[in-house]
């Protein structure tokens, strides 16, 4: 046995290795970001996403779970190392509380409708990420109103959501071809 497979076999069948690798990568996600304001553009969405398409609903809900928690108990593990509640309840903690809609949203709709098709996973994708913005805008729109929410917490994140959710349903459709994922 070599070690790729070694590695495939223990990712599928390690439930506590799976969360924690779900939690490296929503680290990971975080630290690529382009600084905008009052919301940065990083890659959240896409290390939410493949939690969501490849995790089953229990382990990816504590793997997004144990990300919040880990950063609202102080881990600097968030978008420029920041960490603590008062980030959670500041301008952008809604799209975090969105992340974790996000994942009990996906994953319910893949256990009913199931993943056979790509297009099953743009659409879960889109789904999921439109999730994160139900809770963003709002927590957004009490700092700086609903019109400037709109416009500095959704419309510049339209196209780079498109095409986060089309990589993102992408490389999934990948993983799931070359790794076995126990449910």
């Known amino acids: 046995m070599n070690l790729n497979s070694v590695i495939k076999k223990s990712i599928a069948e390690s439930s506590l290795l799976r969360v924690v690798l779900g939690i490296i990568l929503m680290f990971l996600a975080a630290q690529a970001r382009i600084p905008l304001e009052p919301v940065p553009i990083t890659l959240h969405t896409v290390g939410v996403l493949i939690i969501a398409l490849c995790y089953n609903k229990k382990e990816a809900m504590q793997a997004i779970i144990g990300y919040v928690l880990l950063w609202a108990v102080g881990y600097p593990i968030f978008s420029g190392f920041k960490a603590g509640l008062s980030v959670l309840l500041a301008t952008n903690g809604g799209y975090y509380f969105g992340m974790i809609l996000c994942v009990y ?79």
Not at 134 to 157: C, H, N, T, V
Not at 158 to 180: D, Y
Request: aromatic fraction near 10%; hydrophobic fraction near 55%; charged fraction near 20%.
């Open 105 to 183: 949203v996906v994953t319910t709709m893949r256990e009913k409708f199931g993943e056979a098709t790509i297009l099953k996973l743009i659409l879960y994708s889109i789904i999921g990420s439109v999730c994160v913005f139900m809770i963003g805008i709002p927590q957004l729109a009490l700092f700086i109103g609903l019109e400037k929410a709109i416009e500095f917490g959704l419309l510049p994140f339209i196209i780079p959501g498109i095409v986060k959710a089309l990589f993102t349903a992408a490389s999934v459709n990948l993983l799931k071809r070359n790794i076995k994922w126990k449910k």
